[in-house]
């Protein structure tokens, strides 16, 4: 069963940048499709960035275009999130998931079958 770990979160001041990673066990991640979700108080968990098995496609939500950076190593088993330019409104816990084979592009949060436990990021105005 795949397993995933996020790590990398914490509190930073707007305009600053963090690094997430996601660190996955139990099986090759070669084959999954990862997607980083987030989820803010009060509000409904929010697809932020996904990334196609092998790296080949990948997509982000509008609201963190030109800002996050995904990115995979498959060696490590391992993906990741270069947070940048972070705004007070990208607080929230961080979680990646994995998932295949996929229904669509950009794929549903049905899609993933393996969730981590989250990562807290606080950013400070």
């Known amino acids: 069963q795949l397993q995933l770990v996020e790590s990398g979160g914490g509190l930073v001041q707007a305009g600053g940048s963090l690094r997430l990673s996601c660190v996955a066990s139990?099986?090759?991640?070669?084959?999954?499709?990862v997607g980083w979700f987030r989820q803010a108080p009060g509000r409904d968990r929010e697809g932020v960035s996904y990334?196609?098995?092998?790296?080949?496609?990948?997509d982000y939500a509008d609201s963190v275009k030109g800002r996050f950076a995904i990115s995979r190593d498959d060696a490590k088993n391992s993906v990741y999130l270069q947070l940048n330019s972070l705004k007070p409104e990208d607080t929230g816990i961080y979680y990646c998931?994995?998932?295949?084979?996929?229904?669509?592009?950009?794929?549903?949060?049905?899609?993933?079958?393996?969730w981590g436990q989250g990562t807290q990021v606080t950013v400070s105005s």
């Open positions: 990334i196609s098995s092998r790296g080949s496609r990948s």
């Open positions: 139990g099986r090759n991640l070669d084959y999954y499709a």
């Open positions: 998931a994995a998932g295949w084979p996929l229904s669509a592009w950009p794929p549903p949060p049905s899609d993933f079958e393996s």
